[in-house]
């Protein structure tokens, strides 16, 4: 049996690659051999991500950076055919651009939120995976969402995030369905939510940076039983093991990136 993580030769588009996460999912592709797509809103950071990608290329492969706004269908429509053109194919879509609006249903605006984050999460995905699917049955590659524990755990304020997430993963099972037999696979990994990953957004948020920071790290590890938060590299981790050879077998699946913070989360009766 021979099973890989080398990823040479394929082509991978990733969402809301232009910092985070994201970013560093790019870069872990580039390193092991992908030519990558980076895609964001902000063309300086497209251009930064592109160039990490880069230079973390076992072979220099240039990554294609297209600015665009997942929100926008136009502009998710020059990012598929910006990608088959420079390419000629798609091996892997990962849907990862997302955002997390906070929301309570007293809010005036609450619609206004609600769509926002719908929009992002869950309209783009959908539009996103029609227009890639002719792609992808050429090549019998495979699709990754980034969903959320927020799907499972309801919190305050975090309700229309926490539906898109949940939509996401029902998305992602009827998608594996259907995809089945154009040997397309689907699955998602269900990350943290943004505030308890360690990114430029966490350290904005809760304005933390030096020891300051690893102090306030280290108060929230008490939360997960692996004994720490999570790093962006650890849902990298887990989308290119889902996107690999290691998984050919595996669909319609999500994958807990959590630290056992779901697990560790349940009350047992004694």
């Not at 940076?209 to 938060?229: C, S």
Request: net charge positive.
């Amino acid at each position: 049996m021979t099973t890989s993580r080398d990823f040479t030769g394929k082509v991978v588009l990733i969402t809301g690659s232009s910092g985070g996460i994201g970013a560093v999912t790019a870069v872990e592709f580039a390193r092991l051999g992908a030519q990558v797509v980076v895609t964001g809103r902000g063309k300086d950071r497209v251009s930064a991500v592109a160039k990490r990608c880069t230079e973390a290329s076992p072979t220099g492969a240039k990554a294609l950076e297209v600015v665009a706004d997942v929100t926008n269908d136009d502009d998710c429509h020059r990012l598929v055919t910006d990608t088959i053109k420079t390419f000629k194919k798609l091996d892997i879509l990962v849907n990862n651009a997302g955002r997390s609006i906070k929301s309570s249903i007293w809010d005036e605006d609450v619609l206004d939120k609600y769509e926002l984050n719908m929009n992002t999460n869950l309209r783009s995905v959908v539009w996103l995976t029609h227009l890639c699917v002719e792609h992808l049955e050429k090549t019998k590659g495979n699709i990754v969402n980034v969903s959320s524990v927020a799907s499972f755990k309801p919190g305050a304020s975090i309700s229309c995030y926490s539906m898109s997430k949940c939509a996401i993963n029902t998305f992602t099972k009827c998608m594996a369905v259907e995809l089945a037999p154009k040997k397309i696979r689907v699955n998602a990994v269900c990350k943290l939510i943004p505030a308890t990953i360690h990114t430029p957004a966490f350290e904005a948020i809760f304005n933390v940076t030096g020891d300051r920071l690893e102090a306030f790290k280290q108060r929230l590890a008490v939360k997960y039983p692996i004994g720490r938060i999570g790093e962006p590299s650890d849902v990298a981790n887990a989308v290119v093991h889902l996107a690999s050879e290691h998984a050919t077998f595996i669909t319609g699946a999500y994958m807990l990136v959590d630290g056992g913070y779901l697990t560790g989360s349940v009350k047992m009766r004694t």
